[in-house]
C-alpha cells in the first residue's frame, strides 16, 4: 500500500532512528516513490524540543540505540504535545511478549521485526498513520464538542442572568430601584454600564458609581436621541422609548462573546422598557383611582347635603300644608259654603297635600338610588387601588 503525495505534491516524511546507516538505506530503497526518508536523531532533547514545522508523518524507531533506549526516546518524542499523535513503530531484531509490552507503555504505535519486507512495512505505515490521523480527527471532535458545550453553558448562565433581572425587576417600584437593578445586571456579565429611565412620573439615570452625574447624565441625553443600537469603539448603547443602556467595555475583540452580550443587553433594555411601561400604567392606574376617590367623596358629601335640605323641606312642606287645610277648613263658617261644596273643598286640599308628600318621597328614593350608585363608584375605586399595588 503506497502513500500518495498531499495536494502540493510533496511525499509523507518518515524518519528513521537508528545507528546503523545500512538501515537507513535500505528503508529508503524500500519506500522510495512513497515516502521521503530522513535520519532522525538520536537525542532526547533534540525531540522534545522539535517544532510542528519538523515534526515528521511517520517514525521508524530502533530499540537497541548506543546511548539511549528506543522506549526512552519514544517517552522523549510524547512529552512533545506537537508530536501526540504521530505514529512511532519500533524495529527490532527479537520481537517478543515482553518487548511489545515495553514498547505500549513507552507511547509506541506498532512493532516490527528485522529484518522486514518492502510490503509489510508499508503496510505498517499505512495503518499507524490512519490510526494516528483517526486520533487526530477524534481529538478535533472531542475538542469542538467541548467547546460547544462551554459555549453552550456559558449562554445558559447569561440567559440565567437575563431571566434573574426580569425577575427581580417585578420588585423594582421605582425608576432609581429599576435602574440600578440593570445597571446591576450588567455589572454580572463583568460590564460596566450606565443607565436611563424615562417615564410619566419623571427620568432616573444611574452612572458607574451609583446615581449618574452630570456627565453620564449628559451623555445619555444625547444618545437616547440617537438610533436603536449604536456602536463606537469599546461602547454600545441600546435605546428604547423609556430605557436607555449604555455600555462602555464591550469585548470587540472576541467576536462570540461580543455577539452574546450584544444579543443579551438587547433583551435587557427591552426588558427594563417594558417595565417601565408596566411601572406608568400603574401610576396612571392610582391616579385614576385617587381621582375617583375624591369624586366619590364629593358626590357621597353632595348627596348627605341634599338628603339633609330634602328631608327638612318636606317636613316644612308638610307642615304648611297642614296648617293651611286647618285654616281653609275654619274658614269655611265665614265662606258661606254648603256641606257638600265644604267636604269637596277639604277632600281636594288633603288630595294635593298628599301629592305633594309622595313627590317629596319619590325624591327621596332617587336619593336612595344615588347613594347606591356612590357605593358602586367606591368599591370600583378601592378595586383600582388593589390593581395598581397588586403586592
Known amino acids: 500500500m503506497d502513500s500518495q503525495p498531499d495536494e502540493t505534491g ?25 515516502y521521503r526518508v530522513e535520519v532522525g536523531a538520536i537525542e532526547a532533547d533534540l525531540w522534545r524540543d522539535m517544532g510542528e514545522q519538523d515534526a515528521p508523518d511517520a517514525i521508524l524507531l530502533d530499540i537497541a540505540l548506543p546511548e539511549v533506549s528506543g522506549y526512552d526516546l519514544c517517552r522523549a518524542i510524547r512529552e512533545n504535545s506537537l508530536l501526540d499523535y504521530v505514529p512511532v513503530i519500533f524495529m527490532s531484531g527479537v520481537v517478543d511478549l515482553e518487548r511489545h509490552l515495553a514498547g505500549n507503555d513507552a507511547g509506541g504505535t506498532d512493532f516490527i521485526a528485522k529484518p ?14 490512519h490510526h494516528a490521523e483517526r486520533q487526530r480527527a477524534l481529538k478535533r471532535d472531542v475538542t469542538t464538542a467541548f467547546s460547544t458545550a462551554m459555549t453552550a453553558m456559558t449562554s445558559a448562565a447569561e440567559m440565567g442572568t437575563v431571566l434573574q433581572f426580569v425577575q427581580r425587576s417585578y420588585a423594582d417600584d421605582s425608576y432609581e430601584s429599576l435602574a440600578a437593578s440593570l445597571a446591576r445586571s450588567c455589572a454580572e456579565f463583568g460590564l460596566k454600564a450606565c443607565v436611563q429611565i424615562r417615564g410619566c412620573d419623571g427620568t432616573a439615570a444611574w452612572g458607574l458609581n451609583g446615581e449618574a ?14 438610533g436603536r443600537i449604536v456602536d463606537f469603539q469599546t461602547r454600545s448603547a441600546f435605546n428604547y422609548p423609556q430605557a436607555t443602556l449604555m455600555v462602555l467595555d464591550m469585548p470587540v475583540a472576541d467576536p462570540d462573546r461580543y455577539g452574546r452580550y450584544r444579543d443579551n443587553l438587547v433583551v435587557l433594555a427591552e426588558a427594563a422598557n417594558a417595565r417601565v411601561q408596566a411601572l406608568d400604567s400603574a401610576s396612571r392606574a392610582r391616579r385614576q383611582a385617587r381621582l375617583l376617590t375624591d369624586v366619590v367623596n364629593q358626590t357621597r358629601k353632595t348627596l348627605v347635603d341634599i338628603d339633609r335640605m330634602h328631608r327638612a323641606g318636606r317636613a316644612r312642606a308638610v307642615g304648611i300644608l297642614h296648617q293651611m287645610v286647618e285654616q281653609v277648613e275654619n274658614s269655611f263658617v265665614h265662606l258661606g259654603l254648603t256641606e257638600r261644596q265644604e267636604a269637596t273643598l277639604a277632600e281636594n286640599l288633603r288630595f294635593a297635600m298628599h301629592e305633594t308628600i309622595d313627590l317629596f318621597d319619590t325624591g327621596l328614593a332617587i336619593e336612595h338610588h344615588l ?8 368599591s370600583a375605586t378601592r378595586g383600582e387601588r388593589n390593581a395598581a399595588h397588586p403586592g
Open 213 to 226: 452625574t452630570p456627565l453620564e447624565l449628559s451623555i445619555l441625553n444625547q444618545i437616547a436621541a440617537c
Open 116 to 129: 522486514f519486507r518492502v510490503a509489510e512495512l508499508k503496510q505498517k505505515l499505512a495503518t499507524a498513520r
Open 10 to 34: 510533496v511525499l509523507p516524511r518518515l524518519q528513521v532512528v537508528d545507528d546503523d546507516p545500512a538501515v537507513l538505506a535500505t528503508v529508503a530503497a524500500m519506500l522510495e516513490g512513497s
Open 371 to 378: 347613594h347606591a350608585v356612590t357605593e358602586t363608584l367606591s
